[in-house]
């Protein structure tokens, strides 16, 4: 799966789950529409921030889109890191 689309569908199941259209999820969280539909649609990562209000928007666990962002960054860059090291070294 890819990182962001994880994010994504967490964000798009919890909005479902709670009966909330885009349109309340983003005045909740204090953000546009259209980037709450980038969340849910896998084209942006959310900032701690927009991250943190939205968890308190849909009553997610305190660091649960934080948590899941920190793990896609830590993959990422693992992987960018063996990437470097193949075109460095072989392999």
Same mark, same amino acid.
């Given at each position: 799966? %890819?990182?962001? !689309?994880?994010?994504?569908?967490?964000?798009? $199941?919890? &909005?479902?789950?709670? =009966?909330?259209?885009?349109? @309340?999820?983003? %005045?909740?969280? *204090?953000?546009? !529409?259209?980037?709450?539909?980038?969340?849910? $649609?896998? !084209?942006?990562?959310?900032?701690? @921030?927009?991250?943190?209000?939205?968890?308190?928007?849909? *009553?997610? =666990? !305190? *660091?649960?889109?934080? *948590? @899941?962002?920190?793990?896609?960054?830590?993959?990422?860059? &693992?992987? =960018? =890191?063996?990437?470097?090291?193949?075109?460095?070294?072989?392999?």
């Amino acid at each position: 799966m %890819s990182t962001t !689309r994880e994010i994504a569908i967490l964000i798009t $199941n919890a &909005r479902k789950m709670k =009966k909330l259209k885009q349109e @309340v999820l983003c %005045s909740l969280a *204090g953000c546009s !529409r259209s980037y709450i539909s980038k969340l849910e $649609n896998g !084209r942006s990562l959310p900032s701690s @921030v927009i991250a943190a209000r939205i968890e308190k928007a849909l *009553g997610l =666990k !305190r *660091g649960a889109l934080i *948590g @899941v962002i920190l793990a896609i960054r830590k993959k990422e860059l &693992r992987l =960018k =890191k063996e990437a470097m090291h193949k075109a460095r070294y072989g392999g």
